[in-house]
């Protein structure tokens, strides 16, 4: 073979295999956590490893459409993932454990399904102490069981017109204990039944026990519920908390087409999101029972779980934050 | 018709007779062909994002159908690194003509496939899943793919470049289209051809390989055919080829009357028409029927498609051409008349293509700053946001494009209504109404 018919073909071969093997050396040395629509897959990889204390750096990239990671529990901000683009995150743990990352954008339907676990291994395992049970499992409560409130206000609860003369007779009544583990229509049971109170009217009733609710938080502690309430819930149970977000037709129709309702059409409408302004659902429900809820979440629902998202600060500021659909408290 | 030739130029015909300056343009063509499929395989999925996409169908689109192909016909073809991997295992060498014998069969290829038909039939095919190439990384990586392994294929089994010739879905259009460039190349004495023995640029010599393309430079009157290879200013041994420049459109002067090429121009014409309606128009529907491949609204779309290019335009079109004499000549009527469209095809895909291209242009430089997607910063623009480009000249543009296409394909329509003793108002109306709704369309 003639010289020149030698560097000619190596001069294509090299150019060939380079144009395969470079990208391919620096993709295999970029590891990226992909983000795509549960549907699709969610994250991959799903399940990441970390060492308590040691930094975890994490470069991500969506697939399809926008994302955002967080870990649930940490106080590290979230980071958007652009399609075709790559984020970067850095987390570190001071405890060893099991922790859920999510995303943090509504990506979907099936948005709250973008989850995945980093299992943090090192550093002082023995003194991870086991968790307090929440309330809820301390109370015995049957998430599952109808609450419902027989007796309804007229009109909406103003805690700023709660009766001067019902003041005194509230404190028993306003402790946290009291309020987490009572509803607001036993709450206006008990205050029915106080007899300081028998001469005020059912609505006067109401304006206090929405003042207890009111004393039972604070405007930074609504704020803050307020927020997680935007992020993480109006997609599906709308802004106003009427259980019409702009996912609600989406998980009807889901629920209509699953099999999940073999049972019956009753069944489907559990995939309907829960309606905060309903007067008798949200009066009939304790803090510790939407705690519960939050939590759990709705078991064989579109309702995910946040126990391993949220804080307990968080869940009780996001509680107090869904009885403003119900009481006034300017 | 006055011609410029630039072979006279003695430091040009060198560097085109040198077979190292092309080696090295393919070369680094090859690469970058290669890299698009790696890249199309490995890189994120997101369309607007992956180098594949990005850097085939809106750079490599816009310099092919803004500049390549109004300017230099096939010039493209000269450079294309598809067939390079066939060629070198059917000619067992890269640069010149080795002494080991051709491998493969070697087969000519079958008279009856001896035109533009499959070539047609492949671009609609790929047009009909058009949506899907120009967005999924993926596919586009395998039809690129795709493309060389029929190359390859092609060329261990027929002679030539079988697959440019006969099946490549851009070379059928770019040789149509080649015909309105100011480059041709072209014999330059006649007689000179007709006593030349062996006739080297055909059949070969230790100088070159016979013409690529199974055209005999001497015969040669228009530009659809040559692929601008050059083997035959390498072998010609009376150096009696030239490339010449040439007033635009000077093959059209003389309308084809073959029934490939004139389907050819449908196809191209009626392409352009749906690629704006469905890219670049409002129509969700229309949009999401062109995506969902497999879907009933996809099957209709694709059946619409079809016959909106294959029956509704050329039907239309018949209507235009007066119905006297054998079927016969009336076939040879309709397809000498149809080579008006082939200039404001050409304009209707400039047209599109500068919506296309200067819409999508801020995604060119983000591809190129992270090709692979692994959050690279190269040129310091991976994050470059999206915009528009010269929007305020991009309706004036196409408005001017397709303006000039009508008056481009009325002044041949002219010749070509002359050459087949018909009236040419029919069909300066034909070119006139697909002009005002490629209007509606993209302005």
């Keep these: ?330 | 018709m006055s011609r410029l030739e630039l072979t006279r130029n003695p430091p040009l015909v060198a560097a085109l007779k040198s077979r190292y300056p092309q080696l090295v343009i393919l070369v680094l063509m090859l690469a970058g062909y290669v890299f698009a499929i790696v890249a199309g395989l490995i890189g994120t999925p997101v369309g607007s994002s992956n180098f594949s996409i990005v850097f085939v169908w809106i750079a490599w689109w816009a310099v092919l159908i803004l500049a390549a192909v109004p300017l230099l016909g096939r010039g493209w073809c000269a450079v294309c690194p598809i067939p390079l991997p066939g060629e070198w295992l059917q000619r067992g060498a890269v640069l010149g003509p080795s002494r080991e014998k051709a491998r493969g069969w070697n087969l000519r290829w079958p008279r009856p496939l001896r035109n533009i038909w499959l070539q047609s039939a492949s671009f609609l095919l790929l047009a009909l899943f058009s949506s899907v190439l120009l967005t999924t990384p993926l596919v586009t990586a395998v039809v690129l793919a795709g493309m060389v392994i029929a190359a390859i294929a092609l060329s261990l089994v027929f002679e030539r470049r079988a697959f440019c010739r006969y099946l490549c879905p851009v070379g059928g259009f770019i040789g149509v289209y080649s015909q309105a460039a100011p480059v041709e190349l072209r014999i330059k004495d006649k007689p000179v051809c007709v006593a030349c023995e062996g006739k080297p640029c055909y059949n070969g010599s230790a100088r070159g390989y016979g013409c690529p393309w199974d055209v005999f430079p001497g015969g040669l009157t228009k530009n659809t055919y040559c692929g601008l290879c050059l083997e035959c200013i390498r072998t010609c041994p009376h150096d009696n080829i030239a490339i010449n420049l040439r007033p635009f459109a000077a093959d059209l002067e003389g309308p084809s009357a073959r029934l490939d090429e004139a389907f050819k121009a449908f196809v191209m014409l009626g392409s352009a028409m749906v690629y704006a309606a469905v890219l670049l128009g409002p129509w969700g529907a229309l949009k999401d029927a062109a995506f969902q491949v497999g879907t009933r609204a996809w099957s209709i779309y694709a059946i619409a498609f079809l016959a909106f290019i294959t029956v509704v335009l050329p039907s239309v079109f018949a209507l235009c051409i007066p119905p006297f004499g054998r079927a016969r000549a009336f076939r040879q009527r309709f397809s000498r008349l149809a080579t008006a469209l082939i200039p404001l095809g050409l304009m209707a895909w400039v047209a599109f293509s500068l919506s296309f291209v200067l819409n999508n242009a801020t995604y060119v430089l983000a591809a190129i700053s992270d090709p692979l997607s692994l959050g690279w910063n190269l040129l310091g623009a991976s994050n470059l946001s999206w915009r528009p480009m010269l929007a305020f000249a991009l309706a004036p543009a196409q408005t001017l494009a397709l303006v000039g296409g009508v008056v481009w394909s009325a002044h041949i329509t002219q010749h070509a209504a002359a050459e087949a003793r018909v009236s040419p108002i029919p069909v300066t109306v034909y070119c006139l109404a697909v002009a005002v709704v490629l209007l509606w369309l993209l302005v």
Aim: aromatic share 8%.
């Design chain 1, 1 to 330: 073979m003639r010289r020149p018919e030698l560097h000619a073909r190596l001069l294509v071969a090299v150019a060939a295999l380079a144009a395969i093997g470079i990208p391919l050396v620096f993709w295999t040395r970029t590891p990226l956590i992909h983000a795509r629509l549960a549907d699709n897959g969610g994250w991959s990889p799903a399940v990441l490893h970390a060492q308590a204390g040691v930094p975890l750096r994490l470069r991500l990239t969506s697939d399809d459409v926008v994302h955002g990671f967080a870990v649930g529990q940490m106080a590290t901000p979230g980071v958007d993932i652009l399609p075709g683009k790559v984020s970067e995150a850095t987390v570190t743990f001071d405890k060893p454990g099991t922790y859920t990352f999510y995303c943090t954008r509504w990506c979907g339907l099936s948005h709250w399904r973008m989850r995945g676990t980093i299992e943090v291994t090192g550093g002082n395992e023995a003194a991870v102490a086991s968790a307090a049970p929440p309330l809820y499992v301390s109370l015995g409560l049957d998430l599952d069981a109808p609450h419902v409130a027989s007796v309804l206000p007229s009109d909406e609860p103003k805690a700023r017109l709660a009766a001067a003369q019902s003041s005194a007779s509230l404190a028993a009544l306003q402790s946290a204990e009291y309020y987490r583990a009572h509803s607001p229509y036993q709450t206006w049971q008990d205050l029915r039944r106080t007899h300081a109170l028998s001469g005020l009217s059912d609505r006067d009733l109401w304006n206090a026990t929405a003042s207890i609710w009111r004393s039972n938080t604070t405007p930074d502690a609504l704020s803050q519920g307020q927020r997680l309430f935007s992020q993480n819930c109006a997609a599906c149970h709308g802004e106003k908390g009427a259980g019409d977000g702009v996912f609600a037709g989406d998980l009807a129709a889901a629920g209509a087409a699953s099999t999940q309702g073999m049972a019956g059409t009753g069944n489907m409408t559990m995939q309907t999101p829960a309606n905060f302004t309903d007067a008798a659902r949200m009066l009939g429900a304790s803090p510790a029972l939407l705690q519960g809820k939050i939590l759990r979440g709705g078991m064989g629902t579109g309702m995910p779980s946040w126990g391993p998202i949220f804080t307990q600060s968080q869940v009780w500021d996001l509680v107090a934050y869904l009885y403003t659909f119900q009481f006034n408290y300017h």
